[in-house]
């Protein structure tokens, strides 16, 4: 994926300052920032979801916004805060977003029962997701963003509220799908997850992108939450709280 200058204001705010960078083919690509920083703003426009005010971005050489068919075949997209199709079950929820990729119903069917098995929701897959935990509705939502076999998959904040054991499951088949040749950008604000999962990362902060490349090359020698302190600033004491201490 290609951004140059992706801007987006809302009235007077603006989310998104001219934001350029590159992601490379093959890598697990993580963009981090505190909240507010106009992560969200930025993947919404990068995957066809908000139309920018200036900028482009290329998915595999195609315009997103000038092709947004062809690119959006190559992207799988977990967006937070979307509402799901959740008077579905499980299943069905995943069924109908193979079919509305326009995959035919044996192929829908096969690749349904394995992401449902490797998300581990087989034994609720026929409950309604209105009835899910955030964690299971986070998980079914990704099933749904992969059954296309996407080249790129687009994920804002995708371990939130997900429980330990299914968070280690969707990494792992996040790793296999980077060594597989795809490309994954995850959204998040926990450093040591990004530190742990990406090879290269950026660092947002009021819409404005403060550095970006190689997760070594970002921390400088620190650990990553260091650094992205160091660049976002803001750290407060707990000074001035006398009253709460016992």
Known sequence: ????????????????????????????????????????????????LLRPDHGQIWI?????????????????????????????????LVTYSG?????????????TADLLRVMDLTSDAGKLVVDYSAGMTKKVALAAAMIHAPQVLVLDEPFEAVDPVSAANIRDILAQFVTSGGTVIVSSHVMDLVQRMCDHVAVIAQG???????????????????????????????????WLHT
């Open 1 to 48: 994926m290609a951004i140059r200058g992706l801007a987006k204001r809302f009235g007077e705010k603006i989310a998104v300052n001219g934001v350029s960078l590159d992601v490379p083919a093959g890598s697990f690509y993580g963009l981090v920032g505190p909240n507010g920083a106009g992560k969200t703003t930025a993947m919404s426009m990068a995957t066809g």
């Open 60 to 92: 595999h050489g195609t315009d997103v916004w000038a092709e947004p068919l062809v690119a959006k075949r190559r992207m799988g997209v977990l967006a937070d805060g979307v509402r799901l199709f959740d008077r579905l079950t499980g299943e069905q």
């Open 99 to 111: 079919l509305l990729r326009g995959l035919d119903r044996e192929t829908v069917a096969e690749r």
């Open 208 to 242: 404005n992108l403060l550095a970006a490349g190689t997760v070594d090359e970002v921390r400088d020698g620190r650990s990553l939450e260091d650094r992205f302190v160091d660049l976002v600033g803001g750290r407060a004491t707990g000074e001035g709280l006398s």
